[in-house]
Nanobody
């Protein structure tokens, strides 16, 4: 079993920054890919970015490329999502997830483990 706990969400003005944290416990992650997704009210869950725990290769959705940065800290078993230049449309619940399928990193269905989500609200 893998347990994921997100934190760091909150309210921010447009153009501001936030860092989300995903703390992982329960299993070694060397074979996993870690992803960040978000879901706004009435919309489907959207892939944002993923990182291979071993090796650190990253994959970004076009909607966040250049604004969001994913990273991980092996010692702290934590994945980070640095979000800059936030826009009103970035308002959503943000989820961290873990998958053993390192190829289907953008498909929510390929992720077996999910955190509870953290709310990000961007205001004008």
């Amino acid at each position: 079993q893998v347990q994921l706990v997100e934190s760091g969400g909150g309210s921010v003005q447009a153009g501001g920054s936030l860092t989300l944290f995903c703390t992982v416990s329960g299993r070694t992650l060397s074979r996993y890919v870690m992803g960040w997704f978000r879901q706004a009210p009435g919309k489907e869950r959207e892939f944002l970015v993923a990182i291979r725990w071993s090796g650190g290769s990253t994959y970004y959705a076009d909607s966040v490329k250049g604004r969001f940065t994913i990273s991980r800290d092996h010692a702290k078993n934590t994945v980070y999502l640095q979000m800059n230049s936030l826009k009103l449309e970035d308002t959503a619940v943000y989820y961290c997830a873990a998958s053993e399928d390192i190829f289907l990193y953008s498909a929510p269905g390929s992720y077996r483990y999910w955190g509870q989500g953290t709310q990000v609200t961007v205001s004008s």
